[in-house]
């Protein structure tokens, strides 16, 4: 698998969105108005009355149509990671989008649809098991960045946590939970805990918009069961799910008030994402920030 993959879900069309002449449909979507997206394997593009609009061709490791599950992605994308994070690597997935495409329904699921965090969550405990030879300690965490502060979803009233850097630990949230985890139905548990503390807020576009970002993360530990002097004695790896707060045109949304505060903080720390992405992506190039995250 690459370093990096970058994929594109197309949601099924809510009904207020089909009405909406600014927004085209997608191939297999039925026509609405006169454009269409063009969607195949790794691809999408833009037709207007069926001739490609220059420019607006985009090509990624994959791009899913609306009929796919979210067990599937998470079998295309994000299985290796969760086996590279058992055995020893970092891993990130995250979603990122406008309001109300489908990030929070990617990465929690539903009932009958469960998400990328709950299956990845359940695949760490039925990989490490399969590892006789390891012994593990899981650690997890759930966080939120919102209006720019970071609060701990596992700890009520933990909230505007600092940031801090050292040597040993690199960059880490201080005072965050760390709850020391034996079998998935405990890491759901804490899930569940962490949905109820978290910001969500009604807008025009989404009637349960998440107003922050969300971090959930697992640390794993492992170390040989049997004496051995292999320098993997002890693996320590980090893996962050991270559902991000949606963009947003105040103009659709319609928000205002503390809708509105919040839609400047997610628009703003998604543009500064967005810069440091791009200059960690030009490689051997100097690198120059001109924001901070959160
Ligand atoms: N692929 C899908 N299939 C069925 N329903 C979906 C799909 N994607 C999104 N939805 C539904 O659309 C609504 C909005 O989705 P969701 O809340 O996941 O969007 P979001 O990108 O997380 O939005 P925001 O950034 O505002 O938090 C929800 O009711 C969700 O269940």
Redesign the pocket.
């Known amino acids: 698998m690459e370093k990096i993959s970058v994929a594109v879900?197309f949601?099924?069309p809510?009904p207020s969105v089909d009405a909406d002449a600014d927004s085209p449909s997608f191939s297999g979507g039925g026509a609405v108005g006169n454009r269409e997206w063009r969607i195949d394997d790794s691809g999408i593009s833009l037709l207007h009355r069926a001739v490609p609009v220059p420019g607006t061709s985009f090509v990624f490791d994959h791009v899913f149509n609306?009929s796919?599950t979210n067990a599937r992605i998470y079998g295309l994308l994000v299985r290796s990671l969760i086996r590279g994070a058992v055995d020893g690597f970092n891993g990130t997935a995250f979603?990122y989008?406008?309001?109300?495409?489908?990030?929070?329904?990617?990465m929690n699921g539903?009932g009958a649809d469960p998400g990328i965090i709950p299956l990845a969550v359940r695949d760490i405990f039925d990989t490490a098991a399969e590892a006789a030879d390891r012994e593990f300690l899981i650690r997890v965490s759930y966080m939120e960045i919102y209006n720019e502060e970071i609060n701990d979803l596992l700890t009520l009233g933990s909230e505007k946590l600092p940031i801090h850097e050292s040597l040993e630990r690199g960059v880490y949230v201080s005072g965050l939970r760390e709850e020391i985890v034996n079998n998935a139905e405990q890491v759901l548990q804490l899930l569940e805990l962490g949905e109820a503390n978290r910001h969500?807020g009604e807008?025009n576009?989404?009637?349960?918009?998440?107003r922050s970002h969300t971090i959930f993360r697992m640390v794993i530990e492992s170390s040989a069961k049997h004496q051995t002097n292999s320098e993997d004695a002890i693996r320590v790896s980090i893996l962050n799910l991270v559902?991000?707060?949606?963009s947003?045109r105040i103009a659709k949304t319609g928000a205002d008030g503390v809708r509105l505060k919040e839609g400047k903080h997610i628009n703003k720390s998604l543009m500064i994402l967005g810069n440091v992405i791009n200059k960690l992506s030009e490689n051997g190039k100097q690198r120059y920030f001109y924001g901070a995250l959160p």
Do not use: I, W, Y
């Open positions: 879900r949601r099924p809510k609306e796919v979603a989008g406008q309001t109300s495409s489908g990030k929070t329904f990617t539903s969500f807008t576009m989404n009637v349960r918009s998440s559902d991000l707060a949606g947003e």
